[in-house]
């Protein structure tokens, strides 16, 4: 079975940093695109990064651009997502999601349990 | 930058059909996906590229897509289908994943 296990969420200051892993089972990882999307509380799904299957090719929203970058492991099967300047906005629920293609990254098939992060003073 | 427009919520009887639209200009060109979320609960994928089914959900779901509008059907609606379903397109003009506003399906 496809599983898909988030790590890393807290609480952290505004301006600070924060390093998300999802550790991935039960397929092969490097044929797949993988993507980060997250949920602010009682708001809509917005796609945060993506990243192909040899992870040669990275996909930012707007609002991230700059500040959050994705990378992936596929020795270990683990993506990750590196949070720096952190605002206020990126309080949300942060799912690890899996394409069904190496690329690009247009559809999530299997999603992880998500974790939260929480940007507050 | 594209947008997809959805009604934020309705209300279905139970065993009646649910139909959730998501429109936009010529959407019928681009392929639509659909989640459903539960309270609580990570999105599940519910239909892909306008109306394929995954395996193992039921076949009460439907998509299909044409024009400005994309439509999830949901026949013999009962209480577990209570959710908010999303849908999902990818503009590959920019590569960017654009989603929908959400739908708040209630049974009454």
């Known amino acids: 079975d496809v599983q898909l296990a988030e790590s890393g969420g807290g609480l952290v200051k505004p301006g600070g940093s924060l390093r998300l892993s999802c550790a991935a089972s039960?397929?092969?990882?490097?044929?797949?695109?993988m993507s980060w999307v997250r949920q602010a509380p009682g708001k809509g799904l917005e796609r945060v990064s993506s990243?192909?299957?040899?992870?040669?090719?990275?996909y930012y929203g707007d609002s991230v651009k700059g500040r959050l970058t994705i990378s992936r492991d596929n020795s270990r099967n683990t993506l990750f997502l590196q949070m720096n300047s952190l605002r206020t906005e990126d309080t949300a629920v942060y799912y690890c999601?899996?394409?069904?293609?190496?690329?690009?990254?247009?559809?999530?098939?299997?999603w992880g349990q998500g974790t939260m992060v929480t940007v507050s003073s | 930058s594209y947008v997809v427009t959805q009604s934020p919520s309705l209300s279905v009887a139970p065993g009646q059909t649910a139909t959730i639209t998501c429109g936009e200009n010529?959407?019928?060109?681009?392929?639509v996906h659909w989640y459903q979320q539960k309270p609580g609960q990570a999105p599940v994928l519910v239909i892909y590229y306008d109306d394929d089914r995954p395996s193992g959900i039921p076949e009460r779901f439907s998509g299909s897509n044409s024009g400005n509008t994309a439509t999830l059907t949901i026949s013999r609606v009962g209480a577990g289908d209570e959710a908010d379903y999303y849908c999902q397109v990818w503009d590959g003009s920019n590569d960017r994943v654009v989603f929908g506003g959400g739908t708040k399906l209630t049974v009454l």
């Open positions: 990243i192909s299957g040899s992870g040669t090719n990275t």
């Open positions: 010529n959407i019928g060109s681009k392929s």
């Open positions: 999601a899996r394409g069904p293609h190496h690329d690009p990254p247009d559809v999530f098939d299997f």
């Open positions: 039960g397929f092969t990882f490097r044929n797949h695109a």
